[in-house]
């Protein structure tokens, strides 16, 4: 009887320890997901976003998925490229640093262009991770773009693929940065490579 017992301890540690160990990234979140919806791209990526949030074509042209929700003023994209095009490339004009991985250039050169312009009143130190087994890097920006008179925060995350680069981006009114950084947060842990 004291070895079932010990067999079921045993069998139920480890249980739990796997389930921990490849537990939903929601499930770290500090809001309700259970009305996140899955959007798959083109069988290459997929996120999880709030049902309210629909695809539309209107806010960024790179973008392979592009998403909104007026209402709340939350907008999100995502623009991936091939990872050994953005290295050739950015390495033949003398912009790769070799200090640095491909995700931190990656970071580096997008951010350069996407700030060009922009009144920056704040930027977060770079945050690197792994994000569902692959590298990543996140940053807050909190100021105005060029032709803009008002605030906008964004939460950008750098995510490197087996064969490409993803520059995901979401952002929303400064005044709303506190009613959606954690939704933000959580919808960023939801990416996940299909490849």
């Avoid at 301890?9 to 499930?27: E, G, Q, R, W």
């Avoid at 049902?51 to 042209?61: A, H, I, P, R, Y």
């Avoid at 790769?96 to 250039?105: C, Q, V």
């Avoid at 807050?140 to 064969?163: C, H, S």
Wanted: aromatic share 12%; charged share 25%.
């Amino acid at each position: 009887m004291k070895k079932i017992q010990y067999f079921l301890v045993v069998v139920i540690a480890l249980s739990t320890l796997y389930a921990c160990n490849n537990s939903d990234a929601k499930a770290t979140c500090n809001i309700d997901t259970s009305n996140f919806k899955l959007q798959e791209v083109n069988n290459s990526y997929s996120i999880e976003v709030p049902e309210n949030m629909t695809v539309t074509k209107t806010l960024n042209s790179d973008a392979s998925l592009q998403l909104e929700d007026i209402f709340e003023e939350m907008y999100a994209a995502i623009i991936d490229e091939p990872k050994t095009a953005f290295i050739e490339n950015f390495t033949r004009e003398g912009l790769i640093a070799d200090s640095l991985s491909t995700i931190g250039n990656y970071r580096n050169i997008q951010l350069s262009l996407f700030t060009k312009g922009m009144v920056l009143k704040r930027q977060s130190e770079p945050k690197s991770y792994e994000l569902n087994g692959l590298p990543a890097e996140q940053i807050e920006l909190f100021g105005f773009p060029a032709g803009l008179d008002f605030d906008v925060y964004y939460l950008i995350t750098f995510v490197e693929g087996k064969d490409t680069l993803y520059m995901f981006l979401q952002w929303t009114l400064g005044s709303k940065e506190e009613d959606h950084k954690d939704t933000f947060s959580c919808i960023s842990k939801t990416f996940e490579e299909l490849e």
